[in-house]
């Protein structure tokens, strides 16, 4: 007999989170679980597509608050609804999303009578989101206190659940990396073009936010290549930086070169054709877009941020490791991997196999640990 398997996130519409759940829900929905998504926005924002078995709830209730008073009005708001939603779902377990969906979720559990299941996920660097200022004041000290209600809490690397044990307060945390496939055969990978003096481009990919560094990798590329007229920069996503973005753009003289792609629905139809992949990020929290654009055998730099990147390149195996929100070093980075054929070819060949390292079957058999309430992994 199946599962009821009920996911909460905050939205899916762009987003390494809102991909995730999309992923997980058809492939519970395939199998014969019965699976439920809730969000708190509007179905018309959706960007990932869910299988016709997955039943889809949307509440609509994605508010900007125009004050303290109206913020504690929607959030009490979202809490009834969603809790009134999850209840009719009727869930063996809910695995709910990010930050303070997790609390939302918890609170709006707590208020049920029935005692529900309830596994939260982590998809960021705690430390690194509230050096700057992710939760708010209110939420971050609710955090702990909350937290401490869910059966579980599944993080993405070691690190984040080192910082996550004092708050679980001895509940169970899993480990658990983010899945990549491999290239199907009608898409097939990256192949390296062997032409230093020709055309070259790089890509990076992310939402358009100070998350991802893309400002830092303007500067960087702009310094790399202004020897090599050839070399060009296409950045896949969307959100609230662009303007910024495109302005320094301009200010540096780069207008042809620098592409901000916007959404693309189709993201592995661009980094076929592009020559490596960097990635510019203060923080992560196990990066999609790198292990993406590894699996298509494009050779790749990472900021060393936390969290994510170091788990992901093995360095001079199969990327480029730099120390995060170094530009100089970032910039030498792109020169180096763009300058050289062979060290392209030599690293894009390695880094294919995160397909083998993150496979689907070892993300899966690890989520099916937590639904089944066994022990986590220890710590090696």
């Not at 004050?67 to 609804?81: E, M, V, Y």
């Amino acid at each position: 007999m199946g599962r009821r398997l009920t996911l909460v996130v905050p939205s899916l519409a762009l987003g390494g989170a809102e991909r995730v759940v999309a992923r997980m829900a058809n492939h519970w929905a395939a199998r014969g679980d019965t699976v439920t998504v809730v969000t708190l926005s509007a179905a018309e924002t959706d960007t990932y597509p869910l299988d016709p078995g997955v039943t889809r709830i949307a509440l609509d209730l994605m508010r900007v608050s125009s004050g303290p008073a109206q913020a504690l009005f929607n959030n009490l708001t979202r809490i009834g609804k969603l809790g009134d939603a999850i209840r009719r779902t009727q869930p063996d377990t809910v695995i709910t999303f990010t930050d303070r969906m997790n609390m939302t979720t918890l609170l709006a559990c707590r208020s049920l009578a029935a005692d529900i299941d309830i596994v939260i996920c982590e998809r960021i660097d705690p430390s690194e989101q509230a050096a700057f200022g992710g939760l708010g004041w209110t939420w971050s000290r609710l955090r702990p206190w909350v937290y401490s209600w869910a059966r579980a809490l599944v993080v993405q690397t070691q690190a984040v659940r080192r910082q996550m044990e004092p708050v679980m307060r001895g509940r169970p945390i899993y480990v658990i990396p983010n899945a990549v496939d491999a290239p199907s055969e009608d898409r097939p990978a990256h192949e390296p073009r062997r032409s230093t003096d020709g055309p070259l481009q790089l890509a990076a990919m992310g939402r358009l936010a100070y998350q991802k560094g893309f400002d830092l990798l303007i500067e960087a590329f702009a310094r790399a290549a202004e020897c090599q007229p050839n070399w060009s920069l296409a950045i896949l996503g969307e959100g609230p930086e662009r303007r910024r973005l495109e302005e320094q753009i301009h200010t540096r003289g780069l207008e042809g070169r620098i592409c901000l792609c916007g959404w693309v629905s189709d993201p592995t139809s661009v980094l076929r054709n592009c020559d490596a992949f960097v990635l510019s990020s203060r923080f992560e929290g196990f990066p999609n877009a790198l292990l993406e654009a590894m699996a298509l055998g494009l050779p790749a730099i990472a900021a060393d941020c936390p969290s994510g990147p170091a788990e992901i390149i093995r360095h001079e195996v199969d990327g480029l490791l730099v120390a995060a929100r170094d530009v100089p070093a970032l910039s030498a980075a792109i020169r180096r991997l763009l300058s050289d054929d062979q060290l392209r070819g030599r690293l894009g060949a390695e880094a294919a196999h995160v397909v083998d390292r993150f496979s689907s079957e070892r993300y899966f058999a690890r989520w099916d640990t937590v639904l089944r309430k066994e022990p986590p992994a220890s710590v090696g």
